[in-house]
């Protein structure tokens, strides 16, 4: 099912009004009440068929989208097809124009055009769309007791034992010094080989067991299989270097100007015999990122421009011009207030279209584990199935409370169920939400609960996820 058939399923039925709320209610005017219940009790029968369909649309989407260089790619199709164009300096910024704006081909930006000028702000939806995953070095190729290998480092944090003995894909780019680029993927298609990092059968393991958890296998022995059959002149590796020639055109030396990960190659999968489960790889952070898709694709013309900011490398602390940190988003409406204002353009306007802009800093949560739910203070933690989580994890990283006020306002107008999020004992914290408040926007965290984020197969439940992406539509339309 493709994108356009799919958002046009959800808005015929979700004309009905998407009926669970903040926690749950009353028939009656009676006050909220505090206990949570899951979002699947209060389901017509037509609100259930949309959560399917946006789930089944999901998996697709997920699985095309293992890295920000093919989300940004994909991305585009849909957006070309759902009517946005390409942003120019001399586009027409009338209300109800749709328009995507490409960072270095890794951060992609959806904007529909408000009938409010930028000077009263704007409303912003930003999530990243890189996910922990394994690189190769910029020399990758060595040969190992006979067999060819990838060395490899690591994007993001991750549980090095969970991404041994998995079938893994190679994708990325390479480019190289005559400006052309090369794009490789392979292990996605079910005829396409595959790649896995090794590890130690139990009947030798012995010297590894005193290993903590952490370091079962280390970063460093996460090195891939490429190859294992030598010819009788040529080592595996030069058979290897011979091969990429061959099938791709590139050198051994072109391997430093690239941009090659190793990802998850398996596809996302329904969990449980009642269905009501994804697991996939990169729900951290495809989940908000998709949701925000699709919430920004049915605006039509709405009161404030609105913006869906997808972006790179908050995995590794949104360094880099490709991340949150960079001044892309702010130089991007920099650019559109300027086409607005023309000669009277000035860095006091900008300021205040910053200062005005309302933002939903979007990414996931662990959610309560059912076999070590210990960890959580149950009090406050996300459950799968109960909705969206708003995060509040103290020492400074909570939105305030006036700003938390407004959003549970439209929520709970909309009948979005929402829960709360706090990691136990402590402060944490940090999505692009904070690179976002540098610049004086109000910015809220809030995302979805995941069973084994950073994993190479995460859990979300479909109903999060559709409730996500509708507290993101919500969000778009609140004046």
């Given at each position: 099912m493709n994108i356009k058939t799919t958002l046009s399923t959800i808005a015929i039925i979700t004309s009905v009004a998407f009926s669970t709320g903040s926690f749950?209610?009353?028939?009656?005017?009676?006050?909220?009440?505090?206990?949570?219940?899951?979002?699947?009790?209060?389901?017509?029968?037509?609100?259930?068929?949309?959560?399917?369909?946006?789930?089944?649309?999901?998996?697709?989407?997920?699985?095309?989208?293992?890295?920000?260089?093919?989300?940004?790619?994909?991305?585009?199709?849909?957006?070309?097809?759902?009517?946005?164009k390409r942003l120019t300096e001399k586009s027409n910024l009338k209300p109800g124009a749709r328009f995507y704006d490409v960072n270095r081909d890794r951060t992609i930006s959806l904007i529909v055009i408000g009938k409010k000028g930028l000077e009263q702000g704007t409303r912003i939806v930003g999530a990243h769309i890189d996910s922990p995953r394994l690189e190769l070095k910029g020399r990758p190729v060595y040969e190992k007791q006979k067999f060819a290998m990838f060395q490899t480092y690591v994007h993001g944090g991750i549980k090095t034992y969970q991404w041994v003995n998995i079938p893994l894909a190679l994708v990325g780019r390479v480019d190289k010094k005559d400006g052309s680029v090369v794009n490789i993927s392979v292990g996605f298609d079910e005829n396409d080989p595959i790649f896995m990092v090794p590890d130690l059968a139990p009947h030798v393991d012995h010297p590894n067991r005193s290993r903590t958890s952490r370091n079962v296998i280390s970063k460093e022995e996460l090195d891939v299989i490429v190859a294992a059959k030598p010819d009788f002149d040529k080592k595996v590796k030069t058979l290897v270097v011979d091969y990429l020639a061959k099938e791709f055109g590139i050198t051994e030396a072109d391997l430093v100007s690239s941009e090659l990960a190793l990802v998850p190659a398996t596809k996302p999968r329904d969990v449980g015999l009642d269905r009501s489960l994804i697991a996939?790889?990169?729900?951290?952070?495809?989940?908000?990122?998709?949701?925000?898709?699709?919430?920004?694709?049915?605006?039509?013309?709405?009161?404030?421009?609105?913006?869906?900011?997808?972006?790179?490398?908050?995995?590794?602390?949104?360094?880099?011009?490709?991340?949150?940190?960079?001044?892309?988003?702010?130089?991007?409406?920099?650019?559109?207030?300027?086409?607005?204002?023309?000669?009277?353009?000035n860095d006091y306007l900008l300021r205040?279209?910053?200062?005005?802009?309302?933002?939903?800093?979007?990414?996931?949560?662990?959610?309560?584990?059912?076999?070590?739910?210990?960890?959580?203070?149950?009090?406050?933690?996300?459950?799968?199935?109960?909705?969206?989580?708003?995060?509040?994890?103290?020492?400074?990283?909570?939105?305030?409370s006036e700003y938390m006020a407004w959003t549970r306002n439209y929520l709970d107008n909309h009948n979005i169920k929402w829960q709360t999020s706090t990691y136990k004992g402590k402060a944490s914290g940090g999505t692009i939400g904070s690179d976002l408040s540098n610049d004086n926007m109000e910015v809220i965290d809030f995302g979805v609960p995941i069973l084994s984020i950073h994993s190479p197969y995460a859990v979300g439940s479909k109903v999060d996820l559709y409730s996500l992406y509708k507290a993101m539509s919500a969000f778009y339309r609140q004046k």
């Open positions: 749950a209610f009353e028939k009656t005017k009676s006050a909220e009440k505090h206990e949570q219940t899951s979002s699947w009790l209060s389901l017509s029968k037509k609100e259930l068929s949309a959560v399917e369909a946006y789930g089944e649309d999901y998996k697709d989407y997920i699985y095309k989208t293992p890295t920000e260089l093919t989300f940004v790619t994909e991305t585009i199709k849909r957006a070309e097809k759902a009517g946005f996939a790889y990169g729900h951290d952070d495809k989940a908000s990122s998709i949701a925000a898709v699709y919430a920004i694709f049915e605006q039509e013309t709405p009161e404030y421009t609105s913006i869906a900011y997808l972006v790179d490398n908050e995995e590794v602390g949104n360094i880099n011009n490709t991340g949150a940190s960079s001044t892309y988003l702010v130089d991007l409406l920099s650019g559109m207030l300027y086409n607005e204002k023309a000669e009277n353009y205040k279209v910053l200062r005005n802009t309302k933002v939903i800093s979007a990414d996931v949560n662990p959610g309560v584990n059912p076999t070590w739910s210990s960890v959580w203070e149950l009090g406050n933690a996300p459950r799968l199935g109960n909705g969206i989580n708003l995060k509040l994890y103290g020492g400074g990283f909570n939105a305030n």
